[in-house]
Each structure stands twice: as structure tokens, then as C-alpha cells.
């Protein structure tokens, strides 16, 4: 209920009934010393929209296997969740693009231990040919309500 009361309020927040929602941009890290081309992650009042994120070591590489890269990705999901005051159990929607199917169970047995019991989120899965970065094997973004920081 209080995901779709935040929906609801979002969406009139920024359809002009209303006053503007007001929008908060969580900058993405550089890379290879460029400035990224997006936001890591958006608020607009109490909805945060996160990135798409590809799993990378602290130091930037694509770590070998999917469940590698499923850890790294969404440890740094946390961290997002953490900057914006949220966490795990307020993401209520994921899209999953992994490059093999035939990693959706290895992804899934990484993926799931993230979120408290009984509140997994609703989640779309996508077989892509690549991702932006050679040697990924999956990208996910999420949304989620925001905290009250």
C-alpha cells in the first residue's frame, strides 16, 4: 500500500496538479577518469529510480562469473539504497538483463539473499547479446521508495 500511496503521489507531484516534486541526482562515479553520462540514481519525491548497474570489483573490473558480478552489483545497489536513507526492503521493482539464460539460476541463488524474507521485489528478466562493458554478464536497475533523508 505504501508503494502504490507513493506512486500516486509521484505521478501527481509531477503532473503539474500540484506542486513540482522535487528531484535529487546522486552522481554517478567517473569512468576511466571521464564523467559518467548519467545519474546513479534520481529521486523525485518518494521514489528513487536507480541505474542500470553491471557488477565491478572496487577496482572497476568485471569480476569473473555471474555470481561475482551479481555481488558486486548489488552491493553497490546497497550502496545506493544506503545514500538516498533506504535499503533492500524498499526496492519494489528490478529489470535483470543477463547476456546467458542460462545463468538465471546461479543470478537468482545471488540475487535473492539480498532482500528480507517475503519481500522480494516484482522483477522483468531480459536476454541481451552485450552489455556496455566487455566481460558483463548482467546489468539490473531498480526503483524503490526513498528514505526520509
Keep these: 500500500m505504501k508503494v502504490i500511496a507513493a506512486i500516486a503521489s509521484a505521478i501527481l507531484l509531477t503532473s503539474g496538479a500540484g506542486h513540482a516534486a522535487p528531484v535529487q541526482h546522486y ?21 528513487l529510480y536507480l541505474s542500470g548497474v553491471i557488477g565491478r570489483a572496487p577496482d572497476g573490473k568485471v569480476p569473473d562469473g555471474i555470481e561475482a558480478q551479481t ?59 552485450a552489455l556496455a562493458l566487455p566481460g558483463a554478464l548482467m546489468e539490473i536497475e531498480c526503483q524503490a521508495l526513498a528514505g526520509k533523508k
Design 27 to 47: 552522481p554517478a562515479p567517473s569512468f576511466n577518469g571521464m564523467p559518467a553520462p548519467f545519474s546513479k540514481a534520481v529521486r523525485v519525491g518518494d521514489l
Design 71 to 129: 555481488k558486486a552489483a548489488m552491493d553497490d545497489i546497497g550502496a545506493s539504497l544506503k545514500a538516498a536513507g533506504g535499503g533492500y526492503g524498499d526496492v519494489f521493482h528490478c529489470t535483470v538483463f543477463l547476456t546467458d539464460m542460462k545463468n538465471w539460476p546461479a543470478f537468482n541463488q545471488a540475487y535473492v539473499g539480498y532482500f528480507p524474507a517475503g519481500q522480494l521485489p516484482a522483477r522483468s528478466a531480459i536476454g541481451v547479446t
